[in-house]
């Protein structure tokens, strides 16, 4: 049973910093992009960051300059580390993997239960 379990969220003053963790576990055969998304509610859930394969990053506008996208292929885990944050990045951040088991015959997608990150002005 595959699992992506998010870390690091909780409450900051506008201007501050928090690193989001988010490590794949379980009968994985390999991991192709990873990525944070994050959601407000009645709102949809948007990318943040993205890491492919081979350590590409992409990152949506408010994103960038800003926040960090990483990974350690060895321990599945993808790093999110948000600086200069704003009450606008309060949402809840999941962690998004395409990855493939060892009894899956093709990559699928996989969704972390999310973590809440709040953003006091």
């Known amino acids: 049973q595959v699992q992506l379990v998010e870390s690091g969220g909780g409450l900051v003053q506008a201007g501050g910093s928090l690193r989001l963790s988010c490590a794949a576990s379980?009968?994985?055969?390999?991991?192709?992009?990873m990525a944070w998304y994050r959601q407000t509610p009645g709102k949809q859930r948007d990318l943040v960051a993205i890491?492919?394969?081979?350590?590409?990053?992409n990152y949506a506008l408010p994103a960038k300059g800003r926040f960090t996208i990483s990974r350690d292929y060895a321990k599945n885990t993808v790093y999110l580390q948000m600086n200069s944050l704003k009450p606008e990045d309060t949402a809840v951040y999941y962690c998004?993997?395409?990855?493939?088991?060892?009894?899956?015959?093709?990559?699928?997608?996989?969704w972390g239960q999310g973590t809440q990150v709040t953003v006091s002005s």
């Open positions: 379980g009968s994985i055969a390999g991991i192709n992009a």
């Open positions: 998004y993997a395409n990855l493939k088991t060892d009894c899956a015959s093709s990559y699928i997608d996989y």
């Open positions: 890491i492919g394969g081979t350590g590409s990053t």
